[in-house]
């Protein structure tokens, strides 16, 4: 690194902490401030923290406590008073400090023995008035001390910093300087000037990345390398819908024209299709993937579990029935002979439509001519995976979809690369799910409700929050559940548990079972959270709801209202939250996912993109999300209409030099 001082180790270190070029010591932020002051020694407490400085009284000494614990020990003098002080295996400090120096103590008041516990001694005077300090993050070998004065030496070098907001926007909020802004976050003069400083970056921070995602997208649509347009008879697709028994809903209908039209426009797709769950999307994905295959290409669907892809599976052979169609199902489980079979008929193109977990993307599957790739469930999924599967064709035309809703403004920011479907309209004849909170105490109460559902042939879920836990008696686990439903419903009706320790088999057995009504009472973990779909289920329950997140709440829910028949979930707990509260009043994911958004965070629910936060030092999403709106529709006016100026030719070159590197 072109620094003084710092040579080859000090650099290695500095890598640790990802810095490498003297900018980024500059981007380098604090963890933290403190604020350097005088204690008022009359008011300090015993064990209160104290700041102090005064001159050293005599020569410091040193204690050998144990072979690996020593101590220095000395006096000062301030205009007050004496202090002890004790500083704990600091040894160096026997040399640097001498009889009659200024030097300031940071440490712990004990009282008793009118002694500070010193865990930081500086030489120098404390400033007249009370002053900022950064706290940066450190690492062995490296303290705070030096990477402060690295940073310092960094800002006073004359390193040429790239400010990525255009004037004018600057002039319209009266942005300060950059470089301003930047030595203020590293020594803040006053709050004021602080807050302004770091306004003005998360702003900044916001800005580039929005420009990058569109920069992207733009360049995307541009320069897509497919260039096969898809061919095929539409009516065809039109006779396959008049056949589904139902009628697609408003936005089904336009979700598949969406598709439609990528996937004929000879640019490779990548759409983003979200819908509650239950608002019926895996039908639009057959559709798509019966496009694909008219057009003479074959289609893979990849879920996140087994009970999913059988689901899935079944369902499309009976859809595909007589259509040509040849539905595949490949999953770990499968026995070796069949595997085989499967994987010959995926390689010599006699598979038109491969359904699959993961084992989609493993090493061993070549594909004849894979043309479109779906993502079911597509939040369960890493960006490798998905970007795995991709390569198994070329350039395949790409739909993701996804029952977690995302608020619809994050989702048009940090998805701004895909384009996005949503389906908000549920198939006619949809009932609202009623929602119920009940406490453990009305526990006899809940199991009338499910007997009356019983009566009426329909069936019923049961929620555990865990599989067995020996240690502990509060937590409901699937078999304790089990023995409490068998007994008030073994003389009535048949009762099953599925939960992630079951071998596939066992699993698919009791799924199926559930699914032709033979078993009434399906007790389970959250394996069944995503997308199973047993319409006669008109129930669910689940145990210590109070342990779930509401992401996961509202998906379990999804398991039931998926027919016509009225449908409820009754969540127990022993105490009310603001979680079950929500749940009781809306049935919108949407409104759900806002809620959720705002109130924990997007760790969760936004997986996927996390990597994009790394980028984010001052900016969060979640509490800027009011700022991130803004710089949004700041972003995009940009985009469409400066652009292109000479004066941002710098801008094109970096976004295009980033681009690369995505
Ligand atoms: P999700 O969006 O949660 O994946 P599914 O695709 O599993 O939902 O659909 C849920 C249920 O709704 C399925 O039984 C499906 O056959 C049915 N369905 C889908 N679209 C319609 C429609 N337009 N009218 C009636 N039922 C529909
Ligand atoms: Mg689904």
Known sequence: MELDGVGTKTSLLLNKLGIYTVEDLIYYYPKRYDVLKRSNMDYVLDKDKVILDGIVEGQPTIVQLSTKLKKVIFRIVDGRGMYNVVVFNQVYLLKELKYGMNVIIIGKYDKLRNTIVANEVRVGKLPKNPQIEAIYGATDGLNRK?????????????????????????????????????????????????????????YEEFFWYLLRVRYLKYWSMNNCEFSVKKIFDNSKVSEFIKRLGFEL???????????????TSGKQ????????????????????????????????????????????????????????????????SLTKKKKDNVLKQINNGEADFIIGTQSLIQENVSYKNLGLIIADEQHRFGVNQRKLLK??????????????????????????????????????????????????????????????????????????????????EELNNVNKLAEKMECAFGKICKIGCVHGRLDNEEKANIMSDFESGKIKILISTTVIEVGVNVPNASMIVIFQANLFGLSTLHQLRGRVGRGSIQSYCILISKDPCDRLQIMEKTNDGFEISEYDFKNRGEGDLFGVRQSGQAEFKLADLRKDFELLVRVKKDADEFFDNYFTDDKYQEFRYYLEIDKGLN
């Open 249 to 263: 809903t408003i936005d089904q209908i336009k979700t598949i024209e969406e598709i439609k039209r990528d996937i």
């Open 146 to 202: 030096m990477i402060t004065k690295f940073i310092d030496t960094a800002l006073k070098s004359d390193i040429q910093i790239i400010d990525y907001i255009p004037d004018y926007i600057g002039d319209r909020y009266h942005f300060p300087d950059k470089l301003w802004s930047i030595r203020q976050i590293h020594h803040p003069v006053n709050e004021l000037n602080y807050k302004r400083a770091k306004q003005r970056l998360k």
């Open 391 to 472: 390569e198994k064709g070329s350039n395949p035309d790409v739909l993701s979809m996804s029952a977690t809703p995302i608020p619809r403004t994050y989702a048009l920011t940090i998805y701004g690369d895909m384009d996005i479907s949503s389906i908000k309209t549920k198939p006619i004849g949809r009932k609202e799910v009623s929602t119920f909170y009940k406490k453990e105490e009305d526990m006899l109460e809940v199991l009338k409700m499910m007997k009356s559902e019983i009566d009426k042939g329909h069936q019923v879920y049961v929620i555990a929050p865990a599989i067995e836990n020996e240690d502990s």
């Open 269 to 332: 797709m990548n759409r983003f299709v979200q819908g509650d769950v239950g608002s019926g999307k895996t039908i639009v994905a057959f559709i798509a993937s019966y496009m694909n295959f008219l057009a003479g290409y074959q289609s893979a669907l990849m879920v996140p579990t087994e009970i999913l892809a059988v689901q899935h599976y079944q369902n499309a052979l009976e859809l595909f029935e007589d259509t040509g169609v040849k539905v595949v199902l490949l999953t770990s």
